[in-house]
């Protein structure tokens, strides 16, 4: 009963901490299907001129223009399923303040270069729409919007199937850098106990093939008859060696204690002694159910893991 209990707490154990690794990623693959980032890279001054007399003056429409700026982002599917064109209820969309014109409009990158994508400017020429068939996982476009004065006021806003909303990052001011969610360290963690779950496994799995071959040797069979002192030997030094510790040969001790060192065990004693360690053999082969559970938790963690910095 005892060791049936043990080994059903080792396995409720085991579950809870496999929920710690499974639980994160598939939260994480659920939030992550469809992800949409607009990202703002550095943007260009083209002209500045501040004074009224200039001698140089840009005229857009019969207005002069004193400031030009070029304005470069990035659009970004960084979830795990693509977007279609279905999908856009409203395209990712970029609007200006009224004192912003957009004058230009061009994709300047596709990745991969065979990715179908468009910039369209509205007829009042505050907003700018991105539109695109499709738009795997990874895959990125950027774009330029050439402005009358800095453009510093804008939104970006989008209504997209399966998307929350659209991520807009400031990447011209800082330095890009791999987000790490909460969900890598959670599994980090677990992952590095089922790590040193599996070295004590396999420490402990050596220990026992030592003991069965040696039993095998019939080194234990081999002690029918002989003196206590004998059997108190094989424990000390046979079992012990072998990674046995001494809580775990305790009651192989309790059972010899009161044996004489120098008179032989009945067959009886020698049937005691020897149930005594195939049930203690028994109880550690329990502990192994753990050791294929545990293996493939820790390569699922570490393939998680890995598939975060790629």
């Known amino acids: 009963m005892k060791a049936r209990a043990l080994t059903l707490t080792t396995l409720v154990g085991l579950f809870l901490a496999g929920l710690g690794i499974i639980v994160p990623i598939l939260w994480d693959v659920y939030k992550g299907r469809a992800k949409l ?12 001129n501040k004074a009224a007399s200039d001698e140089i003056k840009i005229i857009y429409k019969g207005e002069q223009i004193r400031q030009l700026t070029k304005l470069v982002f990035a659009l970004v599917n960084t979830g795990r399923t693509a977007i279609v064109r279905d999908h856009l209820i409203a395209p990712p969309t970029i609007s200006f303040s009224d004192d912003t014109e957009i004058l230009d409009a061009r994709v300047e990158e596709r990745a991969p270069p065979s990715l179908d994508v468009k910039c369209d400017v509205d007829s009042s020429r505050k907003s700018a729409s991105i539109t695109f068939p499709l738009l795997n996982a990874g895959d990125r476009t950027t774009f330029a919007l ?3 004065g800095k453009g510093a006021k ?5 209504r997209i199937v399966n998307v929350s909303d659209l991520t807009l990052t400031n990447r011209a001011s800082q330095v890009p850098r ?3 969610g909460w969900s890598v360290y959670i599994v980090g963690f677990f992952t590095a106990l089922f790590v040193f779950l599996l070295v004590v496994l396999l420490r402990e799995l050596s220990a026992q093939h030592k003991i069965r071959k040696r039993v095998a040797k019939g080194e234990l069979s081999a002690l029918k008859g002989s003196p206590g002192g004998n059997y108190k030997s094989f424990v000390g030094n046979q079992l012990r060696p072998a990674g046995w510790i001494p809580k775990e040969l305790m009651p192989l001790r309790t059972l010899l204690e009161p044996l004489a060192n120098d008179i032989a065990l009945s067959d009886e004693q020698h049937e005691n002694f020897a149930t005594a360690v195939a049930y203690l053999m028994t109880q550690r082969s329990a502990s192994f159910a753990t050791l294929w559970p545990s293996l493939i938790l820790v390569v699922i963690g570490i393939w998680y893991i890995a598939s975060q910095f790629v």
């Open 37 to 48: 980032e607009l990202q703002q890279l550095p943007s260009v001054t083209l002209i500045e």
């Open 146 to 148: 050439t402005v009358s």
């Open 154 to 158: 804008y939104s970006a806003t989008a």
């Open 178 to 180: 791999a987000s790490v």
